[in-house]
T-cell receptor, first 114, second 111 residues
Framework: AQSVTQLGSHVSVSEGALVLLRCNYSSSVPPYLFWYVQYPNQGLQLLLKYTTGATLVKGINGFEAEFKKSETSFHLTKPSAHMSDAAEYFC????????????FGKGTMLLVSP | NAGVTQTPKFRVLKTGQSMTLLCAQDMNHEYMYWYRQDPGMGLRLIHYSVGEGTTAKGEVPDGYNVSRLKKQNFLLGLESAAPSQTSVYFCASNGGAAEQYFGPGTRLTVT
């Protein structure tokens, strides 16, 4: 079985500040890990994913995440927040029979102030 | 290429009524999923399908039924709606490369 824990239901940053959203996972198989973003009243959009290979993955809109197996973490970062980054962010891990189902964290709302 | 579409976008039901939500994808994906999203709960998997004619239960399947008669469509049914089923419902599909593509959602209110 797999699970995802996102620390902090809300994170507030100032425009231009570092963004750090935390995600820890548990998985009984080598994990595939994802970050999705959801803007108000929209569906989810993939930011980035880790499957195999390089542990530092880069995504859209300047975001990146690092897979750390020893810490069972996949934290999302962006060096400089922009107002348009305000949204809800979900970490997810894939597992299940045939790697067919995603398990999501409960989400972190990112608030960006001017 | 529309991706994943959902019908309807909004619906209000009275307790005990039934309805069907339709999900369609034009990417020839084998896997399709139904999730519900509730505040503070993230997305929870209701049912999913790994191919035409197959369905499987997810984390929260009670009160819902699904059918996958055609590869491109995945239907979610509520036979007797309850206020606890008030939620935003998302459909997603996956072509086998792990990434899931999401529809825009259906906002359902049960009074």
């Amino acid at each position: 079985a797999q699970s995802v824990t996102q620390l902090g239901s809300h994170v507030s940053v100032s425009e231009g500040a570092l963004v750090l959203l935390r995600c820890n996972y548990s998985s009984s198989v080598p994990p595939y890990l994802f970050w999705y973003v959801q803007y108000p009243n929209q569906g989810l959009q993939l930011l980035l994913k880790y499957t195999t290979g390089a542990t530092l993955v880069k995504g859209i809109n300047g975001f990146e995440a690092e897979f750390k197996k020893s810490e069972t973490s996949f934290h999302l970062t962006k060096p400089s927040a922009h107002m348009s980054d305000a949204a809800e962010y979900f970490c997810a891990v894939i597992g299940g029979a045939g790697y067919s189902t995603l398990t999501f964290g409960k989400g972190t709302m990112l608030l960006v102030s001017p | 290429n529309a991706g994943v579409t959902q019908t309807p976008k909004f619906r209000v039901l009275k307790t005990g009524q039934s309805m069907t939500l339709l999900c369609a994808q034009d990417m020839n994906h084998e896997y399709m999923y139904w999730y519900r999203q509730d505040p503070g709960m993230g997305l929870r998997l209701i049912h999913y399908s790994v191919g035409e004619g197959t369905t499987a239960k997810g984390e929260v399947p009670d009160g819902y039924n699904v059918s996958r008669l055609k590869k491109q469509n995945f239907l979610l049914g509520l036979e007797s709606a309850a206020p606890s089923q008030t939620s935003v419902y998302f459909c997603a599909s996956n072509g086998g490369a792990a990434e899931q593509y999401f529809g825009p959602g259906t906002r359902l209110t049960v009074t």
